[in-house]
């Protein structure tokens, strides 16, 4: 069942749809459970943190989705072929390669937290039992926390911090070879040309390996030109090349109008004639498509350019988030570590989860509507008309 050409395909096509999971995002059982379900609902690529035991999780859920895709015939069924796995790298400073972080015992004991409500990842918590730990854990949950940034304003005190991660070129040529990982993207902005250059230099001797290369990059005076630049350093390449416009970062589920800034943006960069892939992320949520098909920019016969496809992030992982958390609740406690927990301990930036968390594929219950609630989204970029159809009913 292993097929490594669709993704290509679907980037030709414009139906090319892509799972943000973070990219400081390191909830390992998170992270498999969201590849399992949006690989088996037909995703082109899941993008993942650049850390050794997300990369091994996210290989994992791949494989079992292989297996699945082999045996079942279920009909909420939607597996177009092994997605490419990519994951992400920045040249600097990065909203999405930060960690929120407060101290809690300066939290005045009668503060409504808003930082706990606002946390669209449960990342921030308050006096919560650790397993084998005499003491409750009040703070950020570090492997949770993606960045977002929703915390730091509604602090009443104005004590949220954030601190972000840069990767050094060194640390990279062992990422790019990691087993499985078939794409790569690059996170820039505006004014950073050195830096990604640097960067570059050292990814390039490896960048043969590679299926496809991804530069991630918001709006920003001269953007066209320094895209330009960008495409010039990495020139030659030999594989696929995606230009992300990143409109609003992370931020597609707060609210219906969030995916105004990712089209505009895309856009522009569509208009610029760039060789490659133009392919939309923040802010993307449900509305995406349908705007893009009301602005005419998906593809048809008719037209020479087009948007190849749409990154979803918060808004993906917020939507399965109540059956991913049905199935938290029904985690075992670890009473030793088991061979996986020490395998993934050996990843520097991960620690080992407190509970042995059930796979999502051990409860078909919960597997299926989670496939469908993926498949909900991913349909829309890879059967456009029958959206359209039903918005018109």
């Known amino acids: 069942m292993t097929n490594f050409d669709h993704?290509?395909?679907?980037?030709?096509?414009?139906r090319w749809f892509k799972l943000i999971c973070g990219a400081s995002f390191q909830h390992l059982p998170a992270v498999r459970n969201l590849t399992l379900a949006y690989a088996l609902a037909g995703a082109d690529c899941i993008d993942v943190a650049a850390d050794p035991?997300?990369?091994?999780?996210?290989?994992?859920?791949?494989?079992?989705?292989?297996?699945?895709?082999?045996?079942?015939?279920?009909?909420?069924?939607?597996?177009?072929?092994r997605p490419w796995l990519m994951v992400s790298l920045n040249d600097g400073e990065d909203p999405h390669f930060r960690k929120a972080e407060f101290n809690p015992t300066l939290c005045p004991s009668d503060c409504p937290r808003p930082c706990e409500t606002i946390c669209p990842a449960q990342a921030?918590?308050?006096?919560?039992?650790?397993?084998?730990?005499?003491?409750?854990?009040?703070?950020?949950i570090d492997a949770r926390c993606y960045g977002c940034g929703r915390c730091l304003p509604v602090c009443p005190i104005q004590q949220i911090t954030t601190r972000s991660?840069?990767?050094?070129?060194?640390?990279?040529a062992p990422l790019v070879l990691q087993a499985g990982v078939d794409a790569l993207e690059i996170h820039t902005q505006v004014g950073r040309l050195a830096d990604f250059q640097r960067l570059w230099q050292a990814i390039a001797p490896w960048a043969g390996q590679l299926k496809l290369l991804a530069i991630s990059c918001p709006d920003g005076d001269g953007l066209i030109d320094y895209l330009w630049s960008i495409y010039q350093t990495v020139s030659p390449l030999a594989c696929a090349l995606v230009w992300q416009t990143d409109g609003r970062p992370m931020s597609g589920d707060i609210g219906d109008g969030a995916t105004r800034a990712a089209?505009?943006?895309?856009?522009?960069?569509?208009?610029?004639?760039?060789?490659?892939?133009?392919?939309?992320?923040?802010?993307?949520?449900?509305?995406?498509?349908?705007?893009?098909?009301?602005?005419?920019?998906?593809?048809?016969?008719?037209?020479?350019?087009?948007?190849?496809?749409?990154?979803?992030?918060?808004y993906a992982?917020?939507?399965?988030?109540?059956?991913?958390?049905?199935l938290e609740s029904l985690s075992l406690p670890i009473s030793g570590p088991s061979s996986e927990a020490i395998?993934?301990?050996?990843?520097?930036?991960?620690p080992i989860q407190s509970v042995q968390s059930l796979p999502l594929e051990s409860q078909p219950h919960l597997l299926w509507p989670a496939v469908d609630l993926?498949?909900?989204?991913?349909?829309?970029?890879?059967?456009?008309?029958?959206?359209?159809?039903?918005l018109l009913s």
């Open 7 to 14: 993704p290509l395909r679907s980037l030709r096509e414009g």
């Open 53 to 81: 035991a997300v990369i091994a999780i996210a290989q994992a859920a791949l494989d079992t989705a292989d297996d699945i895709a082999l045996a079942s015939q279920h009909p909420s069924l939607a597996w177009q072929g």
């Open 124 to 140: 921030i918590v308050f006096e919560q039992p650790q397993q084998n730990q005499p003491e409750q854990f009040s703070g950020v």
């Open 165 to 172: 991660h840069v990767f050094t070129p060194e640390a990279i």
């Open 263 to 314: 089209v505009k943006l895309g856009q522009k960069v569509l208009a610029a004639n760039l060789p490659g892939f133009v392919q939309l992320a923040g802010g993307t949520n449900r509305h995406t498509v349908e705007k893009l098909n009301s602005l005419g920019l998906l593809a048809s016969p008719s037209l020479q350019k087009y948007i190849a496809g749409v990154a979803y992030g918060s």
């Open 317 to 326: 992982r917020v939507l399965l988030s109540p059956i991913l958390e049905q």
């Open 343 to 350: 395998a993934l301990a050996e990843a520097p930036l991960q």
């Open 374 to 390: 993926a498949h909900s989204l991913v349909s829309q970029i890879k059967t456009p008309s029958a959206l359209n159809q039903t």
